[in-house]
């Protein structure tokens, strides 16, 4: 379960830092491969499909090369634009809010 929170968190983190792109027929891309429509999905594939393994790995060396500031930045802005997140997917954005908050 752990695995699967984090990719979800994970996935989460890439469309608000603009790294998973949506498309106009509602295909999530990375790196122009498409990678699904449905986030919930998305998640359980980057959590378990082998795959997925490679793209879950390119999006976090990614996430790691970014500033901190920015990334919390970004999830602010995400956060006030992203009303079509579920309630399971804004409790893990508050969460990456919390880690990611430069006062902590």
């Keep these: 379960m752990i695995q699967l929170e984090r990719s979800a968190q994970e996935q989460i983190m890439p469309i608000a830092l603009g790294l998973l792109s949506h498309d106009f027929q509602g295909d999530y891309q990375f790196n122009g491969r498409s990678i699904g429509k449905n986030r919930e ?19 976090e060396e990614r996430i790691k090369k970014l500033e901190r500031d920015f990334i919390y930045h970004k999830l602010q802005e995400f956060g006030t634009s992203a009303s079509y997140l579920n309630p399971y997917e804004v409790k893990l954005l508050d969460h990456l809010l919390s880690d990611y908050n430069p006062l902590n």
Aim: charged residues 15%; hydrophobic residues 45%.
């Design 41 to 59: 999905q998305i998640t359980l594939a980057l959590a378990t499909e082998f795959s997925f393994q490679e793209l879950y790995g390119d999006l």
